[in-house]
Each structure stands twice: as C-alpha cells, then as structure tokens.
C-alpha cells in the first residue's frame, strides 16, 4: 500500500481546490489537524489518514472531467475537403459547425455563417479557403469549469491526447450536464 506524503496530501487537496477545512469536514477531522498534517508536524494514525485520502477521491469523483462530457466521434472534415462536403456533414449530422482536421489535429473551423459570409458558389472550394480559426483544445483530465471557461469565448473545445483529437464539446453538453 503507498502512503502519501504530507506533499501528496496538499497537492491533492489544492488540485481539487479544496480548503484545509473542507478536507478536514469530508474526512470528519479538524483543520488544524490537516494543517499539522500536510506541514509534517505529525504522523497521522493509519485510520486517520485513510479517512483523509477516503475524503480526497470522494472529492475527485465530483470533480467533472471533460472525458466523461466529450462526444468519442468528432464529425470533421478536412482543410482540402469541398466546402459542399462540410455543409453535408453538418445537415446529416445536425450540426452548425465542424472542426477542420488533419492527420488527427484541428487547424481550423468551418461554421454555416463562414459558409454564408463566403458568398455564393463556394460549394466546390477547399474548405481551408473558408474556415475560422481552431477550437481550443483541453486534455481530457480538464475540469468542467475549465472547459465552461473556454466555452464562455468559443462554441466547442476539442479534447486532444498526446496531439491527437479524441473528443469534442459544445455548449449543448454542458448546459445538459449542468441541468
């Protein structure tokens, strides 16, 4: 069994952003306790520090995390696909935008206004001719507030792992999630 450091403790505690005294209410302690305890003043008995980590992952499991709000399959299309190409995927799919990937890595975005704005006879351009800047990325450990945050300023973050794109997330699952 590995018993966490005093350092483990904090970073855990703060990672989850909770207070000395949150901690020390979830695991049934006092905060000064916890204090003693992350400043290595004192070694906790072992049921102690088994009710502190229980209390820490019962936090981490409230904690949202954008791999439990992404979407596995990302509708995209690609920078030389035809704009007519993306209008077809975002009616099949319904869908108002796209991401625009190549080789698992988004470059860009491709909404109906930035086919509308176009103007006529775009159907047969290249896509690259007509998106918008990317969706921001996040990992897939981001909280739900991170990506609220970014969703505030854009209308999807891609989750990307090791460069790749494996997710995606709009306003649409937040709102469903949160309500």
Not at 54 to 72: F, Q
Not at 96 to 103: A, E, F, K, R
Not at 124 to 140: G, I
């Amino acid at each position: 069994m590995h018993l966490p450091t005093p350092q483990d403790l904090r970073e855990r505690r703060t990672a989850l952003e909770l207070t000395q005294s949150e901690l020390a209410d979830r695991a049934g302690v006092s905060q000064p306790l916890i204090a003693r305890i992350e400043g290595g003043d004192v070694d906790p008995r072992l049921s102690t520090l088994r009710r502190i980590v229980d209390a820490l992952n019962e936090a981490e499991g409230d904690v949202v995390r954008a791999r439990t709000l992404m979407h596995d399959e990302v509708v995209h299309v690609g920078p030389d696909d035809p704009v007519k190409r993306a209008v077809e995927k975002m009616q099949d799919a319904g869908y108002s935008q796209l991401p625009v990937i190549t080789n698992g890595v988004p470059v860009g975005s491709i909404s109906e206004s930035d086919i509308v704005h176009a103007g006529e006879n775009v159907g047969d351009q290249p896509v690259r001719d007509v998106m918008s800047e990317s969706f921001p990325t996040v990992s897939p450990d981001a909280t739900l507030e991170e990506v609220s945050s970014l969703l505030d300023h854009y209308t999807a973050v891609i989750v990307t792992e090791e460069g790749s794109s494996v997710g995606i997330i709009t306003q649409a699952d937040v709102a469903a999630r949160i309500s």
